[in-house]
């Protein structure tokens, strides 16, 4: 399908850029990659009568690695998550869920705000976000403000974002050194959306769990942060008894639909193998 008429503009600047949304209001979409809201608007699910494109933007393509402090512009694509040898040293469960995304075409222009910003519980990053304990940074006409990944998500597509706010950055602590990550999807075919999906990230000491963080994928409205999924492992040798612990409480929180990707039923179950196995990639990964 065709998508309905529009105007398009691509500003140089963020003030710009925010300009415009407060100019045109709820009429403006902003247009990152396009790899959601394009198909979105020739489904004609989304019919914008402007869109304003932040590609000139250049402020809001860098990768910035200080220390432990990690922050992402909007604009910065999957494919450059996975080429950054920076971030792949501090933080490889970016990479390792950067590939499962969709396919390598997609990845070179759909971006990390786009993915976050979007709101579609389907989308990987948000659970990694969360699971990291990410800021969002949202620029609007009254200035700046940050919001948590994990206060972020609403429902399906509501977000705590404004109409006329621009999400430029993502912030976080990269997770200590010696660290083992591991993000685990099942999915029907290369370039779906998960059945289900989990990532983990935890710090073992002389074979006990120190820390533990677990976030999960489409199998609810919104991301899910597992907080008593990762407080099982705590304190543990993240033993059989343990995981199955975490397992538990992953399901006991898991909301999925009914749809095309199987009962509900079926996919809480998916939920847990996928926590399991992520789990025991994690503590494969960690020093
Ligand atoms: C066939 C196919 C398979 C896919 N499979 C997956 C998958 O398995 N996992 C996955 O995670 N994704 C998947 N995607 C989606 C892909 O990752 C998108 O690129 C991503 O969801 C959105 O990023 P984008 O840069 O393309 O954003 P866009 O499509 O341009 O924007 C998405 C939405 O976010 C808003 N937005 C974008 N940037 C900002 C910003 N900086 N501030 C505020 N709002 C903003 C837009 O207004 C729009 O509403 C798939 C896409 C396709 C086409």
Request: proline share 5%.
């Amino acid at each position: 399908m065709i998508p309905g008429s529009f105007e398009y503009h691509r500003p140089p600047t963020i003030s710009d850029a925010v300009g415009l949304l407060v100019s045109f209001g709820d009429d403006a979409l902003i247009l990152a990659g396009g790899h959601s809201l394009i198909p979105m608007m020739k489904l004609r699910m989304a019919v914008p009568e402007y869109l304003i494109d932040l590609q000139d933007i250049s402020s809001l393509k860098s990768i910035s690695v200080e220390g432990d402090q990690i922050t992402l512009g909007a604009m910065v694509t999957q494919a450059e998550l996975i080429a950054s040898s920076a971030l792949s040293e501090k933080c490889p469960i970016l990479q390792t869920t950067s590939l499962q995304i969709a396919d390598p075409q997609i990845r070179n222009v759909g971006t990390i705000g786009g993915n976050v910003a979007n709101g579609d519980p389907g989308n990987d990053m948000p659970a990694v976000m969360q699971l990291l304990d990410a800021t969002y940074t949202l620029v609007g006409p009254n200035g700046e403000r940050d919001v948590k990944a994990r206060d972020f998500y609403e429902t399906a597509y509501f977000t705590e974002r404004a109409d006329d706010e621009i999400l430029t950055a993502i912030k976080f602590t990269a997770p200590a050194a010696g660290h083992g990550s591991a993000y685990e999807k099942q999915k029907r075919k290369i370039g779906d959306y998960a059945t289900a999906a989990a990532g983990v990230v935890l710090t073992m000491a002389d074979g006990i769990c120190t820390s533990a963080s677990i976030g999960l994928t489409n199998v609810a409205d919104t991301p899910l942060w597992a907080e008593a999924s990762a407080a099982a492992l705590v304190g543990t040798s993240v033993d059989e008894p343990a995981i199955k612990a975490a397992m538990d409480a992953a399901k006991a929180i898991a909301d999925p639909a009914q749809d095309s990707r199987g009962p509900r039923e079926f996919r809480i179950h998916v939920t847990g193998i996928m926590v399991q196995r992520a789990i025991q990639q994690a503590v494969k990964n960690a020093q």
